[in-house]
């Protein structure tokens, strides 16, 4: 048997589990329900499974080889976001606010997909595969957290993810070398000046005008502390101060993310970050403190994972379904995985203009199409079938 060959055969199987979860969204760290049916369905398959009965959310399937050798996992997220669908197909969301988004309900039909190819060449398998099924994804918190879950990480020698992407056309697929995911850090910066009134602007210290300054002296972090060459994004998402019409606010909070691709550079711009803040509220007669979170680190295929994931691809889908993609500046918690392990993270194609397929991630109209999602769960197949055949202990 071989892998793309099942394509055809398993296209509706994947199509209808996509549509199933994507009626029944739950959000991360909630996913109770979904982790439930895919036990159920790993059940149907006769794969066994771990729940993490701790969280009672995600699980990890295992097929054993035919052959004995190593152990590579293959990775889908699980979650949905809280944003109430504006879809109009029958397949709209059931759970009020809530709504797969980012494409995570075919992640997990397709990993759902490869397992059921993987058993029909389980006598071919020179090793075993883990099926994880991780919660959370969207916290940024959700793999660190699952690689303690049992014993299935400290088991594998490589991991292989992917992920639903709306810029690609339906049906091509990305997996470059190098660097594909930005870093997620998350940060909160807190000003405190003198309450006064309105006025009388002159016996207080104005938050408000504090904040504006750190905001516009941030910018020159990007613009004249990195080189024009690095992807480096600094962004304020949110400003809190005040509640009266005149009174000058005495403190203020603000909000906001930075993405980049570099690891060495994280302390650089947290070290710029608190030199301006602290010295830009200073010079206003104020403080101001920063607290910096790190979410996840860049993700960053390695180049032979690459290379193998390059031939699957053209011996799965042909030459002409791979495609380059520039890399992007949102954030995936697989990226954890890659600290660790050898990994390649992929980029499938969505993208249908014909069935109004053309919507952004996280926007509230998303969808894709799913016609294409079992050629992806052969990919995912074929990567474990070949990463295990040329990394046997022959």
């Given at each position: 048997?071989?892998?793309?060959?099942?394509?055809?055969?398993?296209?509706?199987?994947?199509?209808?589990?996509?549509?199933?979860?994507?009626?029944?969204?739950?959000?991360?760290?909630?996913?109770?329900?979904?982790?439930?049916?895919l036990a159920k369905e790993l059940d149907a398959m006769g794969i066994p499974y771990t729940?993490?009965?701790?969280?009672?959310?995600?699980?990890?399937?295992?097929?054993?080889?035919?052959?004995?050798?190593?152990?590579?996992?293959?990775?889908?997220?699980?979650?949905?976001?809280?944003?109430?669908?504006?879809?109009?197909?029958?397949?709209?969301?059931?759970?009020?606010?809530?709504?797969?988004?980012?494409?995570?309900?075919?992640?997990?039909?397709?990993?759902?997909?490869?397992?059921?190819?993987?058993?029909?060449?389980?006598?071919?398998?020179?090793?075993?595969?883990?099926?994880?099924?991780?919660?959370?994804?969207?916290?940024?918190?959700?793999?660190?957290?699952?690689?303690?879950?049992?014993?299935?990480?400290?088991?594998?020698?490589?991991?292989?993810?992917?992920?639903?992407?709306?810029?690609?056309?339906?049906?091509?697929?990305?997996?470059?070398?190098?660097?594909?995911?930005?870093?997620?850090?998350?940060?909160?910066?807190?000003?405190?000046?003198?309450?006064?009134?309105?006025?009388?602007?002159?016996?207080?210290?104005?938050?408000?005008?504090?904040?504006?300054?750190?905001?516009?002296?941030?910018?020159?972090?990007?613009?004249?502390?990195?080189?024009?060459?690095?992807?480096?994004?600094?962004?304020?998402?949110?400003?809190?101060?005040?509640?009266?019409?005149?009174?000058?606010?005495?403190?203020?909070?603000?909000?906001?993310?930075?993405?980049?691709?570099?690891?060495?550079?994280?302390?650089?711009?947290?070290?710029?970050?608190?030199?301006?803040?602290?010295?830009?509220?200073?010079?206003?007669?104020?403080?101001?403190?920063?607290?910096?979170?790190?979410?996840?680190?860049?993700?960053?295929?390695?180049?032979?994972?690459?290379?193998?994931?390059?031939?699957?691809?053209?011996?799965?889908?042909?030459?002409?379904?791979?495609?380059?993609?520039?890399?992007?500046?949102?954030?995936?918690?697989?990226?954890?995985?890659?600290?660790?392990?050898?990994?390649?993270?992929?980029?499938?194609?969505?993208?249908?203009?014909?069935?109004?397929?053309?919507?952004?991630?996280?926007?509230?109209?998303?969808?894709?199409?799913?016609?294409?999602?079992?050629?992806?769960?052969?990919?995912?197949?074929?990567?474990?079938?070949?990463?295990?055949?040329?990394?046997?202990?022959?």
């Amino acid at each position: 048997m071989v892998i793309k060959d099942l394509i055809p055969k398993y296209k509706e199987y994947v199509q209808n589990w996509r549509r199933y979860f994507h009626e029944r969204p739950e959000l991360s760290n909630e996913e109770f329900e979904t982790t439930k049916a895919l036990a159920k369905e790993l059940d149907a398959m006769g794969i066994p499974y771990t729940v993490n009965k701790e969280t009672g959310t995600g699980l990890v399937g295992f097929i054993k080889g035919g052959i004995q050798g190593k152990a590579i996992a293959l990775r889908a997220d699980i979650d949905g976001l809280p944003i109430e669908e504006r879809n109009t197909f029958e397949f709209v969301s059931k759970n009020e606010g809530k709504m797969h988004a980012c494409g995570h309900d075919g992640h997990m039909a397709v990993l759902l997909g490869a397992a059921r190819m993987l058993l029909e060449v389980q006598d071919q398998l020179e090793g075993d595969v883990y099926l994880a099924f991780q919660p959370a994804e969207e916290t940024g918190a959700g793999a660190p957290k699952f690689m303690e879950f049992g014993d299935w990480f400290s088991k594998i020698d490589a991991i292989f993810g992917g992920h639903l992407w709306i810029d690609l056309p339906a049906g091509l697929v990305s997996v470059e070398a190098g660097e594909r995911m930005a870093a997620s850090s998350i940060f909160t910066i807190h000003v405190k000046g003198k309450t006064g009134h309105g006025a009388q602007p002159h016996q207080a210290v104005d938050a408000v005008v504090v904040s504006a300054a750190i905001v516009m002296n941030l910018q020159t972090i990007v613009s004249r502390n990195f080189s024009a060459l690095d992807s480096v994004v600094l962004t304020i998402g949110n400003i809190h101060s005040g509640s009266e019409w005149n009174v000058i606010p005495g403190e203020a909070t603000m909000g906001g993310t930075v993405r980049f691709f570099k690891r060495e550079q994280e302390q650089e711009i947290v070290d710029a970050m608190t030199r301006i803040i602290e010295h830009t509220a200073a010079a206003h007669g104020a403080t101001a403190t920063l607290e910096y979170e790190q979410r996840v680190p860049p993700t960053v295929n390695d180049e032979a994972s690459s290379e193998l994931a390059e031939r699957v691809v053209v011996d799965v889908l042909g030459k002409e379904k791979l495609s380059p993609m520039r890399k992007v500046m949102a954030g995936e918690d697989f990226a954890w995985y890659q600290t660790e392990k050898l990994a390649c993270f992929a980029f499938f194609g969505i993208r249908n203009k014909d069935i109004d397929a053309v919507y952004d991630h996280h926007n509230n109209r998303f969808t894709m199409d799913d016609s294409v999602l079992s050629g992806a769960s052969a990919v995912y197949a074929q990567y474990a079938l070949l990463w295990l055949h040329e990394h046997n202990n022959k």
